[in-house]
């Protein structure tokens, strides 16, 4: 059995946020990051080379398509073709009040760069953040070069898309911090085990109609005080930083 | 004056490090990073649409362009066409102990990535940090990619490539700091305000023959203790949190 070229257009296809909600799947690709999803989300498709699945007998997958490097090659986002592609259904994750209570969560208003919400979701699961929430015109984690930037930690961290404006009037008891440029000092700053932690856009920052929400302004100085000479630190970066202060209290 | 073939083709062939090494140049394109460049690297050709060049009389270049849309496509390495593109001569600068004294700096040992050297530049910028040493087989910093992911630090970090086996026996004196899955918890190390952290490759961390040089073994917590699902944090992510560390001390 070979890869057809109408499952070769399916999974192209699936480049698109439009064909990815009507099929509800995405795409992961290279042995890594397919084993690791395999774990705990549900595979529709997988295509790989026959050493591959040979070596593999144990592959869950509603489909199994055994596939020589040119059909992997047309199939692929890759640059260079990987041994395996599979097509995943997307997790199920619920946003509730039980969810979010007593945790901390990121919230990503307008993050533009698949590659900056994967390594974001990344870090999330290396901190112990169970939730992402984002605003509708935030980059979807389903894009395929968002899903390679989490290396397998798609599958552990809840993301959600919504109005994140309904979100914060809904949890308005929640602390909220932002970085900003004249925020406190976050080192010195009290910070709580619980409560959203809101990340800006890339070129923005924090949008006008978010900022109002948040409680509790920070910043990440730079070194030495004062000499601040590139404006920012990239979103992914900066997110990481954060997490980071508030697990090492 | 329109941008000739010649040129379009002298601006793509600095996509090669063989090139940009022969000429001695780096291309960066984008109004903010190109203008933030000219402040400090000498110019050697600025290609730009006429209102670029109209409306900024005071660009320092050994060579201005007025370059149409179409030109400007076919020389660029971006996605979308920018409104300038310049080629900038390499700063030079200097390895040697009085730079290095008393000073953190960062040691890149084979990091990949164009993107994720590009990241570690602003980080290093952000945090102070004025050298990167990187060894021979790490991404090379003006690759076009990494040159538009500092976003202008790479005309105030300076990054030198060696071998780096001979820089750790030359500078035997100074702490060598390191991250590793069984290192010691940074949160609670004592870090100096001096010497190297060594940051290692995205697949395979610091080499073998490196890691014999690291007195300091540090570790970033994941949270909660123990729970780490997720292999490691990216290489550039990694370098932000280390940097925080030593700088809120």
Redesign the interface.
Same mark, same amino acid.
């Given at each position: 059995m070979s890869l057809s070229k109408n499952k070769i257009k399916y999974i192209r296809s699936l480049k698109d946020k439009k064909y990815r909600n009507i099929n509800n799947t995405f795409v992961a690709e290279g042995t890594k990051l397919v084993f690791d999803l395999l774990k705990s989300c549900k595979c529709q498709l997988i295509a790989a080379l026959p050493e591959i699945i040979n070596s593999n007998p144990n592959i869950r997958s509603e489909e199994i398509i055994i596939a020589n490097s040119e059909e992997l090659k047309k199939a692929t986002f890759l640059k260079t073709a990987p041994t395996i592609i599979a097509v995943f259904y997307q997790p199920e994750f619920k946003l509730n009040r039980t969810n979010l209570k007593d945790k901390l969560s990121i919230v990503l208003d307008g993050v533009q760069d698949p590659?900056n919400v994967g390594?974001i979701v990344? @870090?999330a699961?290396?901190?112990?953040i169970e939730n992402i929430i984002c605003s509708e015109d935030s980059a979807d984690v389903y894009n395929p070069k968002t899903v390679q930037a989490t290396?397998?930690?798609i599958a552990?961290v809840s993301v959600n898309y919504t109005d994140l404006s309904n979100l914060l009037n809904e949890y308005s008891d929640f602390p909220v911090y932002g970085t900003f440029l004249d925020g406190n000092n976050i080192?010195y700053e009290e910070l709580s085990h619980n409560g959203f932690i809101i990340m800006g856009s890339e070129g923005k920052g924090i949008s006008n109609k978010i900022i109002n929400y948040v409680n509790n302004k920070l910043y @990440?100085?730079?070194?030495?005080a004062g000499?601040?000479?590139?404006?920012?630190?990239?979103v992914?970066?900066?997110t990481?930083?954060v997490c980071?202060?508030f697990?090492?209290r």
């Open positions: 590659g390594t990344r @870090i699961d290396w901190f112990g290396m397998g930690s552990r080192y @990440i100085p730079e070194f030495p000499s601040a000479s590139t404006d920012s630190l990239n992914a970066v900066a990481a930083v980071s202060e697990r090492r």
